[in-house]
T-cell receptor
Framework: EDQVTQSPEALRLQEGESSSLNCSYT??????LFWYRQDPGKGPEFLFT???AGEEKEKERLKATLTKKESFLHITAPKPEDSATYLC?????????????FGRGTSLIVHP | NAGVTQTPKFQVLKTGQSMTLQCAQD?????MSWYRQDPGMGLRLIHY???????DQGEVPNGYNVSRSTTEDFPLRLLSAAPSQTSVYFC??????????FGSGTRLTVV
């Protein structure tokens, strides 16, 4: 069965303290991996799509990387405004289509 | 502003009542999906559609119906509300199944 697992469930950082979030997946024939950011009371906001092992994408203080079994979201010198829940998702077979299956997310809090 | 619009934002229902959650997108996306989000459970797929007239069930479809008569709209119907359906519901749309755009959600409480 396809599965997406994120770790840690929660992460507290001091401002400027870099760290990484992990998303491991068990799907056959990866068709992309998505990262989203979700603020409290809002819908998820799309960040990145990664398609192949070795691929990297960056946006401000965030860098996403992909291997054959997992993806990392690296946060460099985070600021309090980076506090949010970060979700990853992979397209999994649903009927005749591929629809994103989401992990449970990592709740990140960055203290000033 | 282009995007996914969900209404209402908040709703309280009594057990057994029915209602429709509305979702509309103006990006001409083929794919649309409904998810529910519960504490500790993440986003779970209820129903999805890959085009007008085409719908299918996701992971947790029981108690919900959908239809897709136009590209723009994808309403979710609760047939007979139950307390277990208390959740936050998100509608999302995508072009060709790539990065999805989400609405702001409907927070539903069933008492």
């Amino acid at each position: 069965e396809d599965q997406v697992t994120q770790s840690p469930e929660a992460l507290r950082l001091q401002e400027g303290e870099s760290s990484s979030l992990n998303c491991s997946y068990t799907v056959s024939g990866l068709r992309g991996l998505f990262w989203y950011r979700q603020d409290p009371g809002k819908g998820p906001e799309f960040l990145f799509t990664l398609y192949s092992a070795g691929e990297e994408k960056e946006k401000e203080r965030l860098k996403a990387t992909l291997t054959k079994k997992e993806s990392f979201l690296h946060i460099t010198a985070p600021k309090p405004e980076d506090s949010a829940t970060y979700l990853c998702a992979v397209p999994t077979r649903a009927g005749g289509s591929y629809i994103p299956t989401f992990g449970r997310g990592t709740s990140l809090i960055v203290h000033p | 502003n282009a995007g996914v619009t969900q209404t209402p934002k908040f709703q309280v229902l009594k057990t057994g009542q029915s209602m429709t959650l509305q979702c509309a997108q103006d990006m001409n996306h083929e794919y649309m999906s409904w998810y529910r989000q519960d504490p500790g459970m993440g986003l779970r797929l209820i129903h999805y559609s890959v085009g007008a007239g085409i719908t299918d069930q996701g992971e947790v479809p029981n108690g919900y119906n959908v239809s897709r008569s136009t590209t723009e709209d994808f309403p979710l119907r609760l047939l007979s509300a139950a307390p277990s359906q208390t959740s936050v519901y998100f509608c999302a749309s995508s072009s060709r199944g790539l990065g999805y755009t989400f609405g702001s959600g409907t927070r539903l409480t069933v008492v």
